[in-house]
């Protein structure tokens, strides 16, 4: 099990994994980016080219195994005032047929040691809605202490309490 950028290898993979994602996740919010637009969009977004407004330069690693896809993360490398209050310095998804194996926990603890090897955090902030257990589960065995929970507006008229962990590295 390895990070990597999203790339050529492991794309025919994600392409299934983001099937799962639209099957799952019907009429939902998807976790996954398009298959055709995922290897340049996580190139432009870590180079910080392109970004909309208000958005920081971030990294895409995905979680692979040979060449299949996993999971993926996402590293902010700054927070704004947005993602203090949702989004934290780092999101994650594990692929709908692979949840709830142990991938998550994993994924996490790994995207914990890239930040230790290639960013100056002295602590990170998770969050994640409240409701979402396993994503709780996930941060609070990497170590996350709660900070608070908040109310966000998730979308328009929408409101939703998130919880904020933070971790130290
Ligand atoms: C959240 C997510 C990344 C967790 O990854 P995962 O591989 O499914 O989780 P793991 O198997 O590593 O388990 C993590 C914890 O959740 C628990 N868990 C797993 N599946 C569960 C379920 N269906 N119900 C309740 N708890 C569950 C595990 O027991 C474990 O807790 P423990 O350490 O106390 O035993 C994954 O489920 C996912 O991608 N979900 C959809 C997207 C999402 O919510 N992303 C996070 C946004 S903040």
Redesign the pocket.
């Given at each position: 099990m390895e990070f990597v950028f999203p790339c050529e290898r492991a794309l025919d993979s994600y392409r299934e994994a983001y099937a799962e994602d639209i099957a799952v996740n019907k009429g939902e919010l998807q976790?996954l980016i398009h298959p055709d637009i995922a290897i340049a969009r996580s190139e432009s977004e870590r180079k910080g080219e392109g970004l909309p407004a208000g958005y920081v330069p971030a990294t895409t690693l995905w979680l692979v195994e040979g060449d299949r896809f996993i999971?993926r993360v996402n590293i902010r490398h700054q927070l704004t005032p947005s993602l203090l209050r949702f989004g934290g310095h780092i999101?994650?998804?594990?692929?709908?047929s692979?949840?709830?194996?142990?991938?998550?926990?994993?994924?996490?603890a790994m995207a914990l040691d890239y930040c230790r090897e290639h960013f100056g955090f002295e602590k990170v902030l998770?969050?994640?809605?409240d409701t979402?257990?396993?994503?709780?589960?996930?941060?609070?065995?990497n170590g996350g202490v709660l900070q608070d929970k908040i109310e966000n507006e998730i979308e328009p008229g929408v409101y939703a309490l998130t919880r904020r962990y933070w971790i130290e590295l």
């Open positions: 976790m999971g999101g994650y998804t594990i692929r709908p692979e949840q709830g194996k142990g991938y998550g926990k994993l994924q996490l998770v969050t994640c809605d979402n257990i396993r994503s709780a589960k996930t941060i609070e065995a």
